[in-house]
């Protein structure tokens, strides 16, 4: 019976010490702003060319310029599809106007749409674009002035680029776009009759100023949601760099030879990346400096073109909105590996996939998020039934024996390996396995993990209402009696903002524990009574969804409880034997 409160104490501080540290540290033990680093170096650009094969960088300018002044700067091409609306700056065909029209900053309608990729030079500086780099050619550059054949890349409306350098090379990029955030570019290189072979090979790069607020430093935990450089190399996805880790690599970049994969960044809810042709040989990299990072592609080994030949290849730009069942669609369809884990699903993916999917099917069935939460915790609830049945009776048969235990620790009191040894017989003789009751709280642990992945981190919660003050169950509930509910005028701290829902948390977990048997220790006791109140404050800085998750489960178990106490009488008669005769002891 102490061993499995042990187990049980174990298990519950460390899931208060994966979920609870982070803001625990945040609210009492801030971390101190980095020291700023001297640049000698100008800020870089997004890619101009070298006769090496690399990717080289130049100049960005040094004062941020107005959005609508940079949009302006430059003819452009539209970008209309139902999901994005942009354009494309045909000075170094930068892919750099870009909003999501299904997606709002804010969640109310009057809202702007989210703004994912804006031009060099503007405060939140983040494009894509397709070039060349090589020797033998004059290649074109980020200053390079294109011509399109269109006025607008539309789902049913490719639209090339194209430029002739003054020897008579050209070059093209003809670019189509999906309907939802895939685009294609088919980079073509003519090169002209009477010249010497040139060798050439396409890249891409993403550029971006600065880093979203939500950046970690590092890879994903259980508790953090990787944000910045990601990408597949020879079939496996890499977690392992974030934004500072590559400014303080050697050289402030990090390198990977691959066949296909991909390689980009992530926001949250956000990717862009560039998907090379699958079967060729590449070389990516992160790379950061000034205040600026980059994600780039390129062929491992440069293309020989003879005069009067041509060599294209195809390449795609994924931009848009993290939505599972697309980034699972072009995974399937295209080939692109493991473009659905820029989700981070952490540990337990094998978890948190079937139950994502399990979870938009029901949304799809009902129409609200909420009522889905309740159907999917409904579901794990059915599934862990049987468990839970093995571990109510583990508990009556630990209960009805506790007498014949004590009697053995009171004759062997003084010979523990003895006492060992007599209790397993016992254990034996009672057909009882003292483990059974730790077997659902080990389940739910990574089911409760994976479920907190998909409420925090998946796009299709962002904004989704369930009912009354719940407007978004991806945040934390609004609603806490720390201002009165909001009739006084102040926001209270995040550590102090308890919810409805994280106080019916603590409340439902309260009840729980006074279902269940009280652990003989007098410490253990303690540690359990303090438990639903210390995890309403752990929890309620949670998305509203997890915490919505979590009291229904609560209130399913006491159900339960009552249920199984019904068919175990016994364990509630050995209960009420065993608080009698405390209540005798102390009197």
């Known amino acids: 019976m102490e061993d499995r409160r042990n187990i049980i104490l174990a298990v519950l501080l460390t899931g208060l010490i994966l979920f609870g540290w982070p803001y625990v540290a945040e609210q009492f033990f801030p971390t101190p702003p980095p020291a700023e680093k001297s640049v000698s170096a100008p800020a870089k650009s997004e890619g101009a060319n070298s006769d090496s094969g690399d990717i080289a960088v130049t100049s960005l300018p040094a004062k941020a310029v107005a959005l609508p002044s940079a949009l302006a700067a430059n003819p452009r091409v539209l970008i209309e599809t139902p999901k994005l609306k942009g354009s494309i700056n045909l000075e170094g065909a930068r892919v750099d106007d870009l909003v999501l029209s299904t997606h709002r900053q804010e969640l ?308 523990k390996p003895k006492l060992q040894q007599e209790m397993m017989k016992l254990y034996q003789e009672e057909k009882i396995n003292p483990l059974a009751g730790c077997l659902p709280i080990l389940l739910q642990i990574p089911i409760f993990f994976a479920l907190y992945k998909i409420l925090m981190l998946t796009v299709e919660m962002r904004h989704q209402p369930f009912a009354l003050w719940l407007k978004d169950l991806s945040a934390p509930d609004p609603l806490t009696p720390v201002n009165l509910f909001g009739l006084l005028p102040f926001d209270p701290p995040t550590f102090l903002a308890i919810g409805i829902l994280p106080i019916l948390l603590g409340i439902t977990m309260w009840l729980m524990q006074k279902l269940n048997p009280q652990p003989m220790d007098e410490v253990q006791k303690q540690v359990f009574a303090i438990m639903p109140w210390f995890l309403m404050f752990i929890m309620a800085p949670f998305a509203a969804g997890l915490q919505l998750y979590w009291v229904v489960s609560n209130l399913i178990s006491i159900g339960q409880q009552k249920w199984l106490y019904a068919k175990h009488p016994i364990l509630k008669e050995q209960m009420a034997k065993e608080e009698a005769e405390k209540k005798k002891a102390k009197a």
Request: hydrophobic share 40%; proline share 6%; aromatic share 14%.
């Open 108 to 415: 109310s309608k009057k809202s702007p749409p989210v703004r994912l990729f804006a031009p060099s030079g503007t405060e939140n500086a983040y494009f894509a674009r397709f070039g060349w780099t090589g020797n033998g050619a004059t290649l074109p550059t980020d200053k390079t002035v294109w011509t399109p054949d269109g006025k607008k890349l539309t789902p049913t409306s490719p639209v090339t680029l194209s430029w002739t350098n003054p020897e008579g090379q050209r070059f093209d990029i003809k670019l189509s776009i999906d309907e939802h955030y895939m685009l294609s570019a088919d980079q073509r290189f003519t090169n002209a009759v009477g010249l010497p072979t040139a060798n050439v090979a396409p890249f891409g790069i993403i550029s971006r100023k600065g880093k979203p607020k939500e950046a970690t430093k590092g890879g994903s935990i259980f508790t953090q949601i990787h944000i910045g450089p990601i990408g597949v190399f020879n079939g496996e996805p890499n977690y392992d760099w974030g934004y500072d880790q590559v400014a303080e690599a050697p050289g402030n970049k990090v390198s990977f030879d691959s066949t296909g994969g991909w390689n980009g960044m992530t926001d949250k809810y956000w990717l862009a990346a560039l998907i090379p042709d699958q079967k060729i040989p590449v070389k990516a990299e992160f790379r950061s400096e000034g205040g600026y990072n980059w994600a780039n592609v390129r062929n491992a080994q440069l293309t020989a073109v003879a005069a009067g030949q041509s060599a294209s290849q195809t390449s795609r730009l994924f931009a848009g909105a993290k939505e599972f069942e697309e980034l699972r669609t072009y995974t399937k369809k295209l080939g692109i590996p493991y473009l659905d884990y820029s989700i981070d699903w952490g540990w337990f993916w094998f978890i948190a996939i079937p139950f994502l999917t399990i979870l938009l099917w029901l949304f799809d069935l009902v129409g609200n998020f909420g009522v889905a939460i309740i159907a999917l915790t409904i579901i794990v609830r059915i599934f862990m039934f049987p468990v839970a049945q093995k571990q109510f009776a583990s508990m009556a048969g630990m209960r009805a024996v506790q007498p014949k235990m004590k009697v053995l620790q009171e004759r062997y009191k003084d010979d």
